[in-house]
């Protein structure tokens, strides 16, 4: 299985590079080339600026899976549904 794998993964790469080297060469991306451009930040004093997360991200994220399930009201039925007024399809 070892070896499957491996043949799977080089193929996979292949095909990747040949799709990637086919859109490069498109006329598709010239165009959009032309419209982009890459800034890269240089620093203008020697301070240290981390990344600011505000305290609502910090919130939501420590409450994760604890956050309530928005309703579905209004919506079709699915299999997951809890609500008994999904039993009552006539």
Do not use: H, W
Request: charged content about 40%; proline content about 6%; hydrophobic content about 30%.
């Amino acid at each position: 299985e070892e070896g499957v794998s491996q043949v799977k993964n080089e193929a996979c790469e292949k095909l990747l590079a040949a799709r990637v080297d086919s859109r490069v060469s498109g006329n598709k991306v010239d165009s959009v080339m032309n419209r982009l451009q890459v800034v890269y930040p240089t620093a203008r004093d020697g301070v240290t600026r981390d990344a600011f997360i505000p305290e609502s991200v910090k919130k939501e994220k420590e409450l994760g899976a604890k956050k309530p399930k928005k309703s579905r009201k209004g919506y079709a039925p699915t299999v997951d549904d809890s609500d008994d007024e999904a039993d009552d399809t006539p």
